[in-house]
């Protein structure tokens, strides 16, 4: 709780700066300790509903901006007024208190933010297949496609779009009970449920469920165990006609080291893509993020939300993280938005940017790419290509392997050897290859030589 009761304080030192005396003093400084954190809500004590349904109105969104600057994983403030709070505190819940709004606590059993909606999700010609999937598939679960598998690269909205089927489901009929989960928490709860012995409460939690959304289903990779319990939850929910929607950094049938019953079932409903967005269509998301971050559409004008569409043409993550970037920058110092001030709001980003797209010198590896190149048959060029055939990914996890168990270089410099694949790619491939070690004594035995020869002493 200390913690944030620090994170609230900074904030309010930030409000202080940014807003006149009046309006602070009036808002914010009457707001004194943070009442409690529950569900991923921060929440502050209004002294009277006035005050509260201002906030609510005019500046919330402002204060969940400066608190996503400040804490890494999602939180939202909530002002509730001090009766609604000694109401909390009548229900003696000591160490959880539901929230006055029960549909906001039945969304966070479910694992929804309720941010993701499909109203904020900007649609243009590289998503609008998935969009309009996903609306058909939360409209009437279990009917149009089933599963549902939606997948791209990183950071181009797969989870937003399955949160906004799980939410907009869920408002549709509250009754239903909608799952969200990451690849990662099902893999850790079936681990917890076999160490316990006791599958008790795992199968109720992925069975009793009418709407299951599985986020990075990639990571089940060479997850034998886990890869079987989740095809019999999966036949379950099917036979059951329940909804699953999966999203996946690639099609099913590249698909790595994942069973093939599984991943020819997720071929059996519906399979979409969602590609990286033109340059209007980053411009339209940025003035989305806008208007959401600041009620306010023009504050920042469209050559300056141009020149930050046109930098950042990857990844909408990085797209909106450059915009709160140049708004908490220039709100902050009470800085005018121009392009002088956003560059310099950028400049860190601009430069990272640079480096990780510089021509990268290779030779120093050039050896060790040939060699492992030569043991598994490809040519080097696919070696370092973006091919997703199996033999290719698998030669290229243990190229990122050996490399870094002889040179130790960052997992960006590996990246850039491998054509600028990112560098949670590279740990990913990394952690695998170590994974095999321990549990392939055939893959074992082909490190340690290819070790060997590249050079180990
Ligand atoms: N079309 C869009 N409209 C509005 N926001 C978007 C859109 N696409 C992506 N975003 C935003 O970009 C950010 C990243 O999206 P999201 O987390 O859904 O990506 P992802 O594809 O699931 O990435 P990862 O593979 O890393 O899990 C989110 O804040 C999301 O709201």
């Known amino acids: 709780m200390d913690n944030f009761e620090q994170i609230w304080n900074k ?29 991923n809500y921060i929440y502050l004590i209004a002294p009277n509903s006035y005050i509260k349904n201002k906030i609510d109105n005019f500046y919330l969104n402002r204060l969940n901006y400066l608190l996503n600057e400040l804490v890494e994983e999602q939180y939202l403030f909530k002002i509730i007024t001090k009766e609604q709070a000694a109401l909390e505190l009548k ?31 900007v649609v243009g010609p590289s998503n609008r297949l998935a969009y309009t999937s996903a609306t058909k598939v939360a409209d009437q679960p279990a009917t149009f496609a089933n599963p549902l598998y939606i997948f791209g690269h990183v950071g181009l909205g797969k989870t937003h779009l399955m949160q906004c089927i799980g939410n ?39 069975e009793d469920i009418d709407i299951l959304l599985v986020d990075d289903i990639q990571f089940l990779s060479g997850k034998t165990k886990t890869q079987l319990e989740f095809f019999k939850i999966f036949e379950k929910l099917k036979d059951n006609n329940k909804q699953i929607v999966i999203t996946s950094d690639r099609p099913a049938s590249e698909l790595f080291d994942i069973m093939a019953r599984l991943t020819s079932r997720f071929e059996w409903g519906l399979t979409v893509d969602i590609n990286k967005p033109s340059l209007e269509h980053r411009i339209l998301i940025l003035k ?18 141009e020149y930050i569409a046109q930098l950042f043409d990857n990844n909408v993550r990085e797209l909106e993280g450059a915009l709160k970037r140049v708004l908490f920058y220039c709100t902050a110092f009470n800085y005018e938005f121009n392009i002088e001030n956003t560059q310099e709001a950028l400049k860190n980003l601009i430069n990272s940017k640079k480096a990780s797209t510089q021509t990268v010198d290779r030779t120093n590896y050039t ?15 696919d070696l370092l290509s973006k091919k997703r055939q199996k033999k290719y990914v698998f030669a290229r996890q243990v190229g990122m392997y050996i490399i870094k168990e002889l040179f130790d270089p960052t997992y960006k410099k590996i990246g850039q050897i491998f054509n600028g694949r990112d560098h949670s790619t590279v740990i990913y491939s990394i952690e695998q290859i170590s994974n095999y070690i321990q549990t392939d004594e055939s893959i074992k035995n082909d490190i340690e030589k290819l070790l060997i020869k590249c050079g180990k002493k």
């Open 91 to 121: 229900k003696e819940t000591k160490y959880e208190i539901n929230t006055p709004e029960e549909d906001i606590e039945n969304k966070y059993k479910t694992g929804l933010n309720p941010t993701y909606t499909f109203d904020n999700f």
């Open 288 to 305: 989305k993020k806008l208007n959401i971050e600041t009620s306010d559409p023009n504050l920042i004008t469209d050559d300056i939300l």
């Open 367 to 381: 050896n060790i790419l040939d060699i492992v190149s030569n043991y598994y048959n490809i040519n080097t060029t």
């Open 168 to 206: 907009f489901a869920l408002d549709n009929n509250p009754n239903q009970k909608v799952l969200y989960v990451k690849t990662d928490q099902f893999i850790e709860d079936f681990g917890n449920a076999a160490q316990q012995r006791s599958f008790e409460d795992f199968s109720k939690k992925y």
């Open 11 to 39: 904030v309010k030192s930030t409000l202080q700066l940014t807003f006149d005396e009046d309006i602070y003093n009036q808002h914010f400084a009457v707001i004194d300790n943070v009442f409690k954190v529950s569900n």
